[in-house]
């Protein structure tokens, strides 16, 4: 599955493929569903083991540095019990586009994992 990177992200070119895997490997590990909320904002409920919230808000930090348009908001769901978080993105509506395609690469990961729900 491609991604297009838009022009405003300042992350090396040569570390993109890099973080596009750490990305697929939070998706393939954690996406439980994704949730398209309007097109500039989407619904991440991400489920995992001790240290997926840290490893989540280390992920999202890099990213916003490089890329200033997304807007991430970590939010644990302590009531779920077993390290269930959301994360809302948002983002601008000129990259709409670019969260469709995170959503979607998202998406897919969570269709395709046999536990999630």
């Not at 590990?29 to 240290?51: D, F, K, N, Q, Y």
């Amino acid at each position: 599955m491609s991604f297009v990177v838009p022009d405003a992200c300042t992350l090396p070119t040569a570390e993109r493929p890099l973080r596009l895997a750490e990305l697929d490997q939070l998706f393939t590990t954690a996406v439980r569903h994704v949730e398209t909320i309007s097109s500039t904002h989407v619904r991440i409920r991400l489920s995992g083991p001790a240290g997926l919230e840290a490893t989540v808000r280390d992920l999202t930090a890099r990213e916003t540095q490089c890329c200033s348009f997304f807007t991430f908001d970590v939010t644990p769901e302590p009531a779920m019990g077993d390290g269930t978080l959301t994360l809302d993105v948002q983002v601008p509506a000129q990259y709409a586009d670019v969260l469709a395609a995170l959503a979607q690469r998202a998406g897919a990961v969570a269709t395709a994992t046999p536990n999630a729900a």
